[in-house]
């Protein structure tokens, strides 16, 4: 009787395990759908990071890195074409669940953090310098 039970508990546990959400990307459509279907089960908390693991994994790298190179880009864009480089980069997340996806973030997004930085720190050294030969371009 016990092994019956067990066995029970054991399908329901595999049941449980085969309907969570996963990311669909075979279309921009089910990519919508399947992230949407993805968040609703999620709390609000999760919903946050949710939204940015998908922005940061649908993201192209340079972007993140420079906004303004993005809203640049993405005014002279298409809407097919930013629909599919996004699509494009999102095909990285095809069949994995939100454990699975959150797991992959932690492990990247620290490592984008450090590219970021240094970035940055290019981004102010060189506008440092900029401004050291503007000003003395007013003391010449």
């Not at 002279?76 to 629909?83: A, K, R, T, V, Y």
């Not at 970021?116 to 900029?130: N, P």
């Amino acid at each position: 009787m016990n092994y019956i039970k067990y066995f029970a508990v054991s399908l329901f546990a595999l049941g449980l395990m085969g309907c969570s959400p996963k990311i669909d990307t075979t279309s921009y459509e089910s990519a919508e759908v399947s992230i949407t279907k993805m968040a609703d089960g999620l709390s609000d908390e999760k919903k946050i990071k949710f939204g940015n693991m998908i922005k940061f994994y649908s993201t192209d790298e340079k972007y993140l890195l420079c906004p303004m190179c993005a809203a640049k880009d993405l005014l002279s864009m298409p809407p097919e074409l930013i629909q599919k480089r996004a699509m494009e980069k999102l095909a990285q997340l095809n069949g994995m669940t939100f454990e699975e996806i959150e797991k992959k973030y932690d492990e990247e997004y620290p490592k984008f953090l450090v590219k970021l930085e240094k970035a940055q720190a290019e981004q102010m050294e060189s506008h440092r310098k900029l401004r050291e030969q503007f000003e003395r371009s007013f003391l010449d």
